[in-house]
Every structure is written in C-alpha cells, then in structure tokens.
C-alpha cells in the first residue's frame, strides 16, 4: 500500500518509518548476536552510560512505557547482566546497575553500535549529520513542551 501524498509528507508518519527501519535493522543485530531485544539493549546503554538508576529514571530516559522497562530489568537481572541494589535515597525504590558481565557485553556491543551507524548514515557529510542531530534533539524538545491539552484530535500515527 502505497501511504497517500498527505501521509508521506506527514511528519511524525516519516519520522515513525525511518525509526522503525534503523531499529529494526539494529534488534536484528542484537537478537542474533547477543540475544538481547531493542529495550534490554536501551536499558543497557542507558546504564552503561549513566550508571545506576532507578526504574522510574530509566522510564524518562529511554521514552519506553514502564512495563517496557520493567520487562527488560528483569531480563537483565535473569542473565546476570544487570543487579539491583537498594536505593539510600529512597528506601521504596532500588537501583539498577550493569553487572560485570553486563559491562563486559556493553563494551562488546557499542563498537558495533557506532560501527551501524556510521554505515546508516555513510552518505551523510558531518554538517548534515550534526544539523540532523540537532533537528531530532528539537523535535523532541518541541514534543516534551506540548501539552496533550493543545491538541484537539490530531493523528497519533506511529
């Protein structure tokens, strides 16, 4: 089905494909080599690069839904790639944190990660890809300010 001239020049809609396409190319990558799924491997680089969080903290960070996050915590924690600890600032909530093989597997996968995007995008000059980044940085930035008030019915296409 070929999307209608209006829907091709929607934004979000093209925003949408393009992400769906790089990560899926990447979860394929991940899932043959190391058994790991798209939000195991955001959680992992979230940590790998943050160091401990919270669930709640690894919600914001990564933009997945809580069950999301959650599923793959436990996953970590199962293979041993990730423990939990006690939170001292806040006796409710614990801490997540890249086990040492969970740290020897993050400094194994992330070559490759920078590897797959410097061949995503090989036909991008460096001005481009820093305008790119910084456009996507302000997408996102505009899409955080809005409220869900100011909208009246749009198309949550995704």
Not at 1 to 17: G, I, K
Request: charged share 25%; aromatic share 6%.
């Amino acid at each position: 089905m070929q999307p209608t001239s209006t829907l091709a020049r929607f934004l979000p809609y093209q925003l949408s494909l393009a992400s769906n396409a790089v990560s899926g190319r990447i979860a394929m990558e991940y899932r043959q080599r190391w058994g790991l799924s798209i939000p195991e491997w955001r959680v992992m680089a979230v940590l790998g690069d943050a160091g401990a969080l919270t669930q709640r903290d690894l919600t914001k960070r990564t933009l997945m839904d809580k069950v999301a996050v959650n599923r793959a915590c436990k996953v970590l924690e199962e293979r041993g790639l990730a423990q939990r600890r006690p939170n001292e600032q806040d006796g409710r909530s614990h801490l997540l944190d890249l086990s040492e093989d969970g740290v020897a597997m993050h400094s194994e996968i992330l070559p490759l990660a920078l590897e797959m995007e410097r061949k995503l995008f090989a036909g991008f000059s460096p001005e481009e890809l820093d305008l790119f980044r910084s456009l996507l940085q302000k997408a996102r930035h505009q899409a955080e300010d809005l409220s869900e008030a100011s909208f009246t019915g749009g198309y949550g296409i995704r």
